[in-house]
């Protein structure tokens, strides 16, 4: 049982972008991000659901979050599992946030 001052951590966490974009993000698909579940894990000011990304632009932090669910999708899945599609343009400053984010 969970005293009063013990908050159950929200079901849904908000990641912001360089350009200021906020992205709504279930909390589950953003924690396939290792980076991004030890901010949330840590005493980080970001454990409380929020997490800037002065470095990554709206774009590319969009495009981590459609592979940030793709793979909580697919998983573990017997179905087949589509070709994720990005564009070669993207694929260098795509590859620095996701190494970066660990994911």
Known sequence: MQSPMEEEPSKYI??????????IVDRKCACVSKTIEAMLAGGFTESKGEIKFPEIST??????IQYLYYKVR???SNSKVPDFKLEPEMALEL???????DC
């Open 74 to 76: 697919y998983t573990n």
């Open 59 to 64: 774009n590319i932090l969009e495009k981590v």
């Open 14 to 23: 908000k990641l912001i972008s360089a350009e200021g974009h906020e992205f």
């Open 95 to 101: 590859l620095m946030a996701a190494n970066f984010l």
